[in-house]
């Protein structure tokens, strides 16, 4: 976690030096310039240029070396050759924050320069911002230090951005869309101030109560995670590049290699970040976050005019995991009173298109007073007999009246340009105010996912496991790496798992026939035999496994068999022997796996074995290490989860036993992160309720080095 | 399909009667009287008032008889009282069309005052709209027959709503959104004029391009999915009530049934109508359909000043189903000319935020004329250097020098007011644009799936197959009945698949245990027995199935087992005897199936057997009869279509013979769609490629009559 004291001369600073400052109109030196002065910056401001002793009425200064006190932040606005030079001297100045607007680095193959630019910074513990950038957006410091336009629309929202053309055009947005903004960070390449940096400072930031991310890739996908989780704010971020094509146009821009987006979508969920979908749903959520409080409950209440918006916010409830439920009784019969006889008490609420004002306003106090209710929608149609302005103010008062602030509200108003007035009026209020139903949803079943991830604890999810022995596991890889392998054999890997205390049935391996007998004959039958050699990985497809096997004959026959096969599939092949290992029983088949993911490190799969995984993918992910807490939340995920549940009259399976067996992998995964390149435990025989597991099969393949 | 004819008096009435006229503001009889004066209507307008001499300056009568001339439209405006008796009057008059705003009728559960009201009206060849409705707004005949204030922002999108206060609140919203609209109407109820009726005239409406439909639920599902087919216009519907809650909802608002999601699904795609996720898709995409021509094939080009929107462009295609492909290597070169050295030529053509307003004006021509371009997206995130406005004219520009107009052109516009004002520019020339990159994929995704269901043609999806024997197959369910029964037995169900042509094993009913041995010898080893009792369908749990059965002795042993079996799971079974069967060869299990649709009626099922369908849910229907191509069309729609294109190393599946037998079965259940409640074949065996398949198990459940 980044300090934030040091962070502070990025996103407040006390003194900005614009360096490249212009005279000329239509340079970014001048712009930058007049949109500090412009935005009313109240700082100390400085512009530097070799040659002018004043641009636009303020003294400047030939180098920041001659600056008569100290620079927060200094504005690179100078052509790519300069900005070491420039940096150099920044340095010398013990400028605290460069926020470099000049291109030309690794978005076009210089990544040498840019990473100069970061030592040279953070040699004197500066940090950098960009480079190529738009600049930074601070409402709170009234410092427009960008060549955007003007300041956003001020509010509580800090939103980050890695694509610099968005950003300015979201600048503009924020106004019609009335999205209130503490701050727009604008990240280009990342060289060194992230969105986890980002994460941690707005999380300290009084003036900011939601951080919004346009994210193309991060860096440091495990940093992220953690400043996430500490935040303990809202977060919602849009990941572009999730296409295939996506990903590689992302590429192209911003440089930086885009993650599955199964990891990305685990990763978010273990940093509290909520998933935006689209841009509106970005931006719409974030006003909704900024505004109003968590969802500590599941109970939606749906106040409307309409019974058509009324259905349409059901479906969409339910879509957002959020499903309406009918109130209760005695709230029924309060709502009752709100509304004529044909209206509908239920939920949605319906109190009919000749309720009017009265019925609003009644209706609502009754809702938000009930303790049934922990969040509110508050839908309006316009009609020929109501006023939208009327309908806000009615609202307001009904919120005021109610003396209730821990819920969160949220309205709808469909309709023509009075809806769009009274909405505004509404956001002014805080209230967010959506012109679909569904909208209006997706924005409680935000707030109740904040509220869920708050519960989870700011704390990291793992608590190491005892009494495993990495330095065992690490001995057995040295001897793979010193024999110029790039995998483990089965009997390898295996052993590896056992000093993580997985559960891997007991095994002998036999070089000849002989050795199968004895090793047979110490383990008890039934057996399966497996040919062991480090050129030939798929063993099954080679002829290299026998099951079932049920006394010494089949050992000998299996043997020979075995070895046969093996050298018929690759008479080059190395073979170590053959595997005797004992049977596990039949059990539902899953999968545990492992990548090292280029963003997030060590990075855990789970899914049932066969046609589940290879012909409908039916897998979920999280970035390792986690609990098995974390672990049992992996299940509902799947498609085939009612298997596990137990699925056609059979038990549920042992999925506490399993979520514990997942959590060790990614504690195993983790430890060796840097030895480890990819796991299979495949199958593992997972067995009903109380009955544990058997991990049947373990192939570990080892980072290239 | 409805006689067009008889529909223009609904849809676009030479002459008008207000009934319930009225002088006194705020009654309805007097909003819709003043909004028929106010919208301008041209026709003979007759005010209908007992008592008043002269409304609003027009000469009123006291009865629809005295009016001099023909009416072709009565608005009733009277309580739900005097309805009847008015109606009455009005077919005396001949009146066309009815178009009754008075509520009361079966949404409070008054069935018989709804069906008498459209009795009386079709007896003199009238049409009923409503009742419970806001009434008609025709903009091209000028005329506001309804309460709601005003008529829509004029264009070519006729709007159909089910419900009254969305109505009211979209018309409204028409200005806001610049959605042009030829009319609204109002359903209500729909005791007469339904959603198809509507298809029907505005599929020869010159002055409409595009049907939207907000459905609560369709009352005749065939005739809906006929006249869908037959209009080759674009209808996009937003069906209302797809969740368990919704669903509750909108029954207890409009009073019909809502069919199953998936149902709706098969059928809106059977009818040729885009599924709209929410009230802004709808709208939206109505723009596009209405403004634009179909995309008849699969490349759209992403022009853009920003790679950030151009990434999320590339997500939103993918995620609709159109992904971007790279553009030819001709056309790159081409692009090249029009951007920077740092702009990519690839898709999304990312012209640079410097490019400017001639880099949009070449690269959209280039574009444009391309053979390779089907469509063309035009994206632009606003600038501190350019102007909207300007980029707005210089497409429009581009694609009048372009001269190709058969190509579908969106645009996107991120950014301020001056986006949104550029935005309105470019609609009021029938170029949609939105502040969204994703809606924006939506929207050319939506005039893709036009030009595919364009490509399918308006006939009806399907050819009776020759050769069948519906006689026999109601001689089966005939006997079943006067024996009292509310199922057929297996050899009953299997004799009408047979009847059919469908593969169903040889088998013989035996009554005795040497019946069986007789049965048995015929047939040839080995076999499958299975008890046969009309109280025994789950034949399985009662342990009435033996399969395998190789020889004499293996029959006698079963026949003694499964009889003695049935007999302790019910003492009070009837047993008609054991099926001796033919052993199908094992192969992939399918289930075809039916239902009886409340709103589609007969409706077929299909999808992989087992786990795939009990936990997975992994199903897909179609509403009957469609043909082999259609059944085609199912397969890929079930997340295990892999398993039947031949995962892991097996071969495909033979899907043709299957297409053809999910298509009998179709035509089966549709022939005796009077009598068969549900259908199912399960399993089938379905072989490799050219290998066929074998029904093994079949049920039929009768309607209750």
Chains 1, 2 share one sequence.
Not at 465 to 487: H, L, N, S, Y
């Amino acid at each position: 976690m980044s300090s934030i004291k040091e962070l502070e001369a990025v996103f407040a600073p006390k003194s900005i030096a614009v360096i490249g400052a212009s005279k000329k109109p239509g340079t970014i030196g001048n712009q930058v310039l007049q949109n500090l002065i412009d935005s009313g910056y109240e700082g100390k401001l400085y512009p530097i240029n070799p040659t002018a002793p004043e641009i636009l009425s303020r003294k400047a200064y030939a180098s920041i070396k001659d600056v008569p006190g100290d620079v927060d932040m200094a504005v690179f606005c100078v052509p790519e050759k300069l900005v070491l030079g420039v940096a150099a001297e920044c340095a010398e100045k013990r400028v605290k924050a460069y926020v470099v607007i000049t291109s030309g680095f690794s978005e076009v193959g210089n990544k040498a320069g840019e990473e100069e630019l970061v030592k040279i910074a953070k040699a004197t513990g500066g940090r950098v911002v960009g480079p190529n950038i738009v600049g930074v957006l601070l409402n709170s410091a009234k410092a427009n230090a960008s060549f955007a336009p003007c300041l956003p629309y001020p509010g509580r929202t800090a939103l980050i951005s890695q694509s610099g053309a968005l950003l300015i055009a979201l600048d503009m947005a924020t106004f019609v869309r009335q999205l209130g903004v503490s701050s727009m960070i604008s990240l280009g390449n990342m060289a060194d101030v992230d969105f986890a940096d980002c994460i941690d400072y707005y999380a300290h930031d009084p003036n900011t109560s939601c951080i919004t991310l346009y994210i193309e890739g991060v860096k440091d996908g495990r940093k992220f995670i953690e400043s996430g989780r500490k935040a303990g704010k809202p977060i919602i971020a849009l990941k572009a590049g999730v296409s295939a094509h996506g990903a590689a146009a992302a590429a192209s821009h911003t440089g930086s290699l885009a993650g599955s987006v199964k990891v990305y979508d685990a990763a978010f969920k273990q940093a509290h970040v909520l998933w935006a979908k689209d841009l509106d749903e970005l931006l719409d959520r974030s006003q909704a976050l900024a505004m109003q409080p968590p969802m500590t409950g599941e109970n939606i209440c749906v106040i409307t005019n309409g019974g058509g918006i009324g259905v349409l916010s059901s479906d969409s409830a339910e879509a957002y995991g959020v499903p309406l439920k009918t109130v209760p009784k005695d709230l029924q019969d309060e709502f009752k009173k709100c509304m004529p006889d044909f209206g509908s008490p239920k939920n949605p609420v319906d109190i009919t298109g000749g309720a009017g004002l009265a019925g609003y306003e009644a209706a609502i106090e009754v809702a938000l007073k009930h303790d049934w209710v922990d969040g509110l929608a508050v839908l309006y149609c316009e009609t020929a007999v109501t006023k939208p302005d009327e309908i806000a103010e009615g609202i307001l008062k009904a919120i005021e009246k109610s003396a209730v602030n821990d819920k969160p509200i949220v309205a709808c108003f469909v309709g023509g340009e009075k809806c769009l007035e009274a909405g505004k009026k509404l956001l002014a209020k805080n209230i967010p105010c959506y012109d679909n139903p569904d909208k209006s949803m997706s924005a409680l079943a935000a707030l109740r996912q904040v509220a869920l991830f708050n519960a989870e604890g700011k704390e990291p999810d793992f608590k190491a496991f005892a009494g495993v022995d990495p330095k065992k596991a690490r001995e057995i890889i040295a001897k793979a790496r010193a024999d110029g392998r790039g995998a483990l054999t089965e009997p390898e890997a295996k052993e590896v798992f056992r000093a993580y205390g997985l559960p891997v049935g007991q095994g002998k391996l036999a070089k000849t026939v002989d050795e199968a007998v004895a090793a047979a004959k110490e383990l008890g039958f039934p057996l399966v035999m497996k040919i062991v050699s480090p050129q030939i990985l798929h063993k099954s497809d080679a002829g290299g496994v026998k099951v079932n096997i049920k006394d010494e004959e089949g050992v000998r026959a299996a043997f020979a068999t075995i070895t046969e096969n093996a050298k018929k599939y690759n008479a080059e092949a190395q073979i170590h022997g053959v595997l005797v290992q004992e049977m596990a029983p039949m059990g539902k088949e899953v999968i545990v796996g492992s990548v090292n993911d280029a963003q997030f490190g060590p990075t855990v799969m789970f899914g049932l074995g066969g046609i589940f995984v290879e012909v409908l993918k039916d897998v979920t992910f999280r970035v390792a290490p986690f609990s098995p807490k974390t672990a049992m939340g992996m299940f509902p995920e799947i498609k085939a989860y009612g298997i596990l549940q137990g699925a056609r009259g059979e038990k549920r399976l042992d999925q506490e036993r399993l979520s514990e067996i997942v959590s060790r992998i990614s504690q195993l995964v983790t430890d060796l992160g840097d030895e480890i390149a990819e796991t299979d435990a495949n199958p593992i025989m997972l067995y009903e309720e109380g009955k544990g597991l058997a991990v049947v099969d373990a192939r570990i393949i080892l980072k290239k080095k």
